[in-house]
């Protein structure tokens, strides 16, 4: 679901299944109830849908990605290739659900004025992805590296990651009424910061050469290693998650 970048779902699963693994918590609050219709936006290769719908629901999920939504088909989840921009849906479903996507969506009020549209009235909206201070050690190191080679061009960060009081404006002004919201620092263990950067960079370095891209890497992960790796614990990235749940309060007459 992100606005940019290729995703391999093979080596999405390998290298940060932790995106998943760690959302449980927001399926719980979501507490789908059976017989519901439920949209995951940004589904990915479809994990959480199929733990959706364990719960009896109806789900559909969309994703920028056709590699993914093909995935997610694989598993036997209705789904198509949709951005959370360009939702087409209208007073349909009972609850959206929304999992490490969000931040890739620059016009956030757009999104929220879309997800509206697709609930029904009354209707819940429950998403967990990156808030303000996510991943800033990374997002530095990157901007820091590419500071230092002025030929490659500019850093474009693709990442927009907001406060939580920010955030619940928008909800408000939009036709929401914010049951929860909250910033969680949750600074996770990954593999190895190259893979990360494999995985959620390479939207980041699309226009380097492949000599660049690897410096780029190792640069990278020489600023960070004092910060985020130590010998007993090994990588991990400074997340910090933006958790809501909202209620759709207002029909729109158009």
Not at 38 to 54: F, H
Not at 206 to 227: A, G, M, R, W, Y
Request: proline fraction near 3%.
């Amino acid at each position: 679901m992100k606005e940019s970048n290729d995703w391999n779902p093979n080596k999405y699963k390998k290298h940060a299944d932790f995106v998943s693994n760690l959302a449980l918590p927001v399926v719980e609050l979501l507490d789908p109830k059976e017989g519901e219709n439920i949209l995951d936006l940004g589904c990915g290769e479809g994990t959480l849908a199929l733990e959706i719908k364990k719960s009896g629901v109806e789900v559909i999920g969309v994703d920028l990605s056709e590699e993914m939504i093909k995935k997610t088909k694989s598993k036997g989840i209705d789904a198509k290739v949709m951005s959370a921009t360009n939702l087409d849906f209208e007073n349909k479903f009972d609850a959206v659900f929304s999992n490490a996507v969000l931040h890739w969506v620059k016009n956030s009020e757009l999104a929220i004025q879309k997800i509206h549209k697709a609930l029904k009235k009354e209707g819940r909206f429950v998403a967990e992805f990156g808030g303000y201070g996510n991943i800033k050690s990374l997002t530095d190191a990157m901007k820091e590296v590419f500071d230092n080679h002025s030929s490659w061009g500019n850093f474009n960060n693709p990442w927009i990651f907001l406060k939580d009081t920010d955030y619940k404006v928008l909800l408000e002004n939009n036709g929401f009424k914010v049951e929860y919201i909250e910033l969680i620092p949750r600074p996770t263990p990954i593999d190895d910061i190259t893979n990360w950067l494999d995985v959620f960079a390479n939207g980041i370095t699309e226009n380097l050469s492949d000599e660049q891209k690897v410096i780029f890497k190792k640069e990278v992960k020489e600023i960070l290693k004092p910060t985020q790796y130590n010998e007993i614990d090994g990588w991990s990235a400074d997340y910090v998650r933006l958790r809501v749940r909202a209620v759709k309060k207002k029909v729109w007459d158009s």
